[in-house]
């Protein structure tokens, strides 16, 4: 496996190669991020993957300086994996000057859940995926639903781009307990670590109540938001939206399963932020 710093040399690299297929990551990797790699070894292309924390995401509270950096271990894994090729450049190199070209994703998209509580996090990520695009040229660019909005606001910005690479999702990878893997739970205290999976369990809770005919969708939301405020967390917010553009499944408030939805969570656990979700196909 090789590992590239610049531009120039990932470029250099990757000529007469034939398109790859691309892992984006930001290093202190998972499994999740491993499954990834695997799937896109599967694709029949070269398989790059980066490793790069990107600033423009972090607002100024957040963990930009103390997020972990594991780059020999990252590489180990990667390259066990199956990656062909990493691209690690230096922060100098992806933003040689300051970044004021930046991607601005649709509202209605991007300031709902995640952006009301992360405002301009998309912003910042749809701006490093699309100049990393740029720098690999890949046929196809992997990413994990266990981020589904993101994943949705890059599929939009590609295909309003009209970008030529398929954006392709990985399921989310679970521990036994099924707390979805994430590099910030390592930021968990052992008590947490227990307490962490109850996110989890609320959104299937409420996924299967949805399955198995429950109509109060907006008691099922609030319901686990007072269960998860009565465990000690701090809930952003608990939501039933399509899976198609994370909008609401009716506007006349009476809810509608003839169309894929999904519940989302999202709520701080002592000082760590956890996401998650759980996909609820639509009724027969």
């Not at 924390?53 to 894994?77: G, H, I, K, M, W």
């Amino acid at each position: 496996m090789d590992i590239v710093r610049t531009i120039a040399e990932l470029r250099l690299a990757l000529a007469g190669t034939g398109r790859a297929s691309f892992v984006p990551t930001m290093g202190n990797l998972h499994e999740g991020h491993l499954t990834l790699v695997r799937l896109a070894a599967q694709l029949g292309a070269p398989v790059v993957s980066s490793i790069f924390v990107n600033r423009l995401q972090f607002a100024p509270s957040e963990d930009f300086d103390t997020y972990p950096r594991t780059f020999e271990r990252d590489c180990a894994l990667l390259e066990g994996a199956g990656c062909d090729l990493v691209f690690a450049p230096p922060e100098g190199e992806l933003y040689p000057q300051p970044q004021t070209y930046t991607v601005q994703p649709a509202g209605a998209l991007a300031n709902i859940l995640e952006g009301q509580f992360r405002p301009g996090f998309f912003t910042g990520v749809c701006t490093v995926v699309l100049k990393l695009l740029n720098c690999v040229g890949p046929c196809s660019a992997i990413f994990g639903k266990k981020d589904y909005q993101q994943l949705l606001v890059i599929r939009e910005m590609v295909r309003q781009f009209a970008l030529p690479v398929e954006i392709v999702a990985g399921e989310t990878e679970r521990a036994a307990d099924g707390l979805a893997l994430s590099s910030r739970n390592a930021y968990l205290s052992a008590a947490q670590r227990i307490e962490a999976p109850a996110l989890a369990a609320e959104l299937r809770r409420i996924a299967a109540a949805v399955q198995g005919g429950a109509s109060d969708w907006s008691e099922l939301e609030a319901g686990a938001m007072r269960a998860l405020q009565d465990r000690g967390w701090r809930p952003d917010y608990v939501a039933i939206r399509r899976q198609s553009d994370l909008g609401a499944p009716s506007a006349s408030g009476k809810p509608s399963r003839d169309e894929p939805l999904v519940v989302l969570g999202a709520g701080m656990l002592g000082t760590t932020r956890l996401i998650d979700n759980r996909e609820i196909p639509p009724t027969a």
